[in-house]
């Protein structure tokens, strides 16, 4: 008679549920604003017209044009996820959650791994190129680039949501 041991199985099923709540958010948090000259705006707000488009409104260089969307997190940042290029660290995390540990501490030692994968993502992408004006504005062809802080500001948080 062949008999299941399903022990090992339900311990690491039970760890995985254990730290299904904790969280590495990564991107621009409440307090990632840019200056008073431009009224505090936050990055993230920045980030999410990048990553969607958005029609530059009133006050912009050119009110009611489109910006194309250029989305580099759900398509870029997830692209080189999937090419493996953080796959030491999600091994890192998976290994503790294996081992019944807590996965705080390989996340927060994961996060600058991962905050490096999305600013070389945001400095590589280039598809839809910027129009004519706005290069000639910036003086580059550069879409998620203009003065570096957007990109520079990229941070991470461990948590439990």
Do not use: C
């Amino acid at each position: 008679m062949i008999t299941s041991d399903k022990r090992v199985w339900e311990r690491l099923k039970k760890n995985f549920l254990k730290q299904e709540q904790t969280k590495l958010n990564l991107g621009w948090f409440e307090s990632d604003r840019y200056g008073p000259e431009n009224d505090n705006l936050p990055m993230a707000q920045v980030a999410k017209w990048n990553e969607e488009g958005h029609n530059n409104g009133e006050g912009s260089l050119v009110p009611g044009a489109e910006t194309p969307p250029r989305p580099f997190m759900r398509v870029g940042l997830r692209k080189e996820l999937k090419a493996g290029s953080n796959d030491k660290e999600f091994k890192k995390i998976v290994q503790a959650v294996a081992e019944g540990k807590s996965v705080f501490q390989p996340m927060r030692e994961s996060g600058s791994a991962f905050r490096r994968t999305l600013q070389e993502t945001m400095m590589r992408w280039d598809t839809p190129p910027n129009a004519d004006f706005t290069i000639d504005l910036k003086g580059f062809d550069d879409p998620l680039y203009r003065t570096g802080q957007l990109i520079s500001s990229v941070g991470f948080k461990v948590g439990e949501d």
